[in-house]
């Protein structure tokens, strides 16, 4: 959603190419063939991938500074918003990654079962699958 919002601050013209993460797409081929680590956001701007949001966000903001910079030439202001930044991925995401992470996969063993689960884990580095209850 980051990179989204920055998308449209900056009046960017971009394609959405739609990853069904309960299915783990981001774990197929094609997609590592651009971020080895299968996270999602990857930005690939004239075929260069660009990943991480917080990443893409500067890079974003550096490559095209029109309409506007997004981040602050005082170099004390920015730092406050790079804190920020790093604020919400080290230590806000963290919060709530294992609770939304253990949701999910519920939800998908509920959807698909255990032995699609299983057989989708082989795609990731993940080698059990437990029931969450």
């Not at 930005?43 to 981040?71: C, T, Y």
Request: charged share 25%; proline share 5%.
């Amino acid at each position: 959603m980051k990179a989204r919002i920055v998308l449209a601050e900056k009046k960017l013209a971009w394609t959405e190419h739609f990853l069904k993460s309960w299915q783990l797409d981001h774990f197929q081929a094609d997609y590592l063939g651009l971020n080895p680590h299968g996270v999602v956001p990857t930005l690939v701007v004239d075929g260069h991938p660009v990943m991480q949001s917080n990443v893409i966000i500067e890079f974003l903001n550096d490559k095209f500074p029109e309409p506007a910079r997004l981040k602050p030439d005082d170099p004390f202001v920015a730092v406050g918003m790079q804190k920020w930044m790093v604020e919400e991925q080290e230590n806000l995401f963290q919060q709530i990654v294992v609770l939304s992470f253990n949701i999910t996969m519920k939800l998908r063993i509920d959807a698909f079962g255990v032995d699609r689960m299983i057989e989708w884990s082989k795609l990731t580095r993940i080698r059990r699958v437990r029931r969450i209850i």
